[in-house]
């Protein structure tokens, strides 16, 4: 067994934790002695290029290299298992999986993943790049890309965007065309940011899921893999963890969509990815404001004069940058614009150097049920959206929605006519599309497609 185990870590903290795992793992079942040469466990970049290594650690690491390169390039892998790590916006971090080799003409892995321009989906591909997308990448290639051996199994627990997101269309693809059979556990039922007694992970805010991807010999890359379905109990951690411990993949499992580019879920669910989406419907789709400081909100307008007053008047530099909230790399004291909101007048004073009074707060759909007030000024809000602004009337209305997600439940949309902030629909993201009252003929055909997509909403 121990020639058989493989394992790749890059800290040297967790490498020796798990090096004492497996030894006292052996030694609670009586096995000869081994000592941890006798393993196979290395510090290495499970994402690195595994074909140049020797090149890089020099002749006299050679027997090391040269093991570790059997073990990442050469030798046929049959399970690949892991808890990969999250990071979105990890451009750069991606290793050989995400730029290939070119001096060997040898292809990013990572391109597998990408949906070709004509799937119109090429706005949504930033969040492959995250890092358990790579490792997702890394793993199939193992595993299921092997001319020697491509059967076998990947096993990971792992956000869960690529269920549904609309980037991961081709990872769904590739993954129905390389297996015959995906099963899949939705460990976070309860959503964004569950209570942290109820999360597998406590650390982890974004729901969670267990897939398990398996080819077999009788692998048809004509015909879609099976997909299964399960969720796991609402709940404490607790109860999800003997839920896992009592499952097998013969019982309690839901038939899952069967399209080559369905999201992982449920079929009932999986209609909702067939719905035209709403920047197709819309003439502009886009984030809501993001003031990037708490104090510029408040439920009236008095407070934040006396605020804006508390700022400005305060001698020292360094209390009045604390006061502010500066953000390193964003809206400082000192920082001097060259303009304003649009619709507002442009004020260029730097604030460290402000003594007026403040400008007139104004309404702000700050949530879709709260309402509050917001000091209109771009010396203060980190990242206004000015087109938001610059189509700000007293006829205007704002849509807010959800667009990489199917919301679990609840309305699927709101509407304000009040300037809305990032998190509005639901306090955590979401998109905002204008309705722009000089448009006649956008108001036709939103009315037009208003309709179908309200009836469509319904019946999921």
Not at 88 to 99: D, T
Not at 165 to 191: K, N, T
Not at 221 to 239: K, N, Q, S, W
Not at 263 to 284: E, K, N
């Amino acid at each position: 067994m121990l020639k058989r185990l493989i394992g790749f870590e890059l800290q040297l903290g967790p490498y020796a934790v798990a090096q004492l795992r497996v030894l006292a793992e052996l030694a609670a079942l009586d096995a000869p002695s081994v000592t941890s040469k006798q393993l196979r466990m290395y510090v290495t970049n499970t994402l690195g290029n595994p074909f140049i290594e020797e090149q890089e650690l020099g002749s006299i690491y050679e027997p090391i290299a040269a093991s570790r390169r059997e073990a990442k390039a050469s030798e046929p892998v049959f399970v690949v298992l892991g808890n990969p790590p999250y990071r979105n916006k990890a451009r750069g971090l991606g290793g050989w999986i995400e730029s290939g080799n070119p001096a060997a003409s040898q292809p990013a892995p990572l391109l597998d993943f990408m949906p070709p321009k004509a799937w119109g989906v090429g706005a949504h591909t930033k969040h492959l790049r995250d890092l358990y997308v790579y490792f997702w990448r890394w793993g199939t290639w193992k595993v299921f890309d092997d001319a020697e051996a491509d059967t076998g199994i990947v096993c990971f627990i792992t956000i869960a965007g690529f269920l549904d997101g609309p980037g991961f269309q081709r990872m769904r693809e590739y993954l129905r065309q390389r297996c015959d059979h995906l099963w899949v556990i939705d460990a976070s039922p309860e959503g964004q940011q569950p209570p942290t007694d109820t999360r597998i992970f406590q650390g982890v805010q974004q729901p969670v899921c267990i897939m398990l991807a398996a080819r077999t010999s009788r692998a048809d890359p004509d015909t879609p893999a099976e997909l299964h379905y399960r969720v796991l109990p609402t709940g404490h951690r607790d109860l999800k963890f003997a839920a896992l411990e009592a499952l097998d993949l013969h019982s309690g499992w839901e038939p899952g969509a069967s399209g080559w580019r369905d999201p992982f879920r449920p079929a009932q669910t999986a209609q909702w990815a067939s719905y035209i989406p709403l920047d197709q419907l819309l003439w502009w789709n886009g984030s809501g404001v993001m003031p990037g400081r708490t104090w510029v909100i408040a439920p009236d307008a008095d407070n934040l004069r006396e605020r804006w007053h508390r700022l400005t008047h305060t001698k020292s530099d360094q209390d009045k940058a604390k006061l502010f909230s500066e953000h390193s790399r964003d809206r400082r004291i000192d920082t001097q614009l060259r303009d304003g909101l649009p619709g507002f007048s442009a004020v260029t004073t730097e604030i460290k150097n402000e003594t007026g009074a403040a400008p007139d707060p104004i309404r702000y759909g700050y949530r879709s049920f709260d309402r509050q007030w917001i000091i209109p000024d771009k010396r203060v809000i980190n990242q206004v959206n000015p087109t938001l602004w610059a189509l700000r009337s007293e006829d205007q209305v704002y849509l807010t929605a959800l667009d990489d997600r199917i919301p679990p439940s609840g309305p699927t949309a709101t509407f304000t006519a009040l300037i809305p902030d990032l998190h509005h629909y639901h306090s955590r993201g979401g998109r905002v599309s204008p309705y722009r009252r000089t448009a006649p003929l956008f108001r036709t055909s939103l009315r037009a497609s208003w309709t179908t997509w309200v009836c469509a909403t319904a019946t999921s």
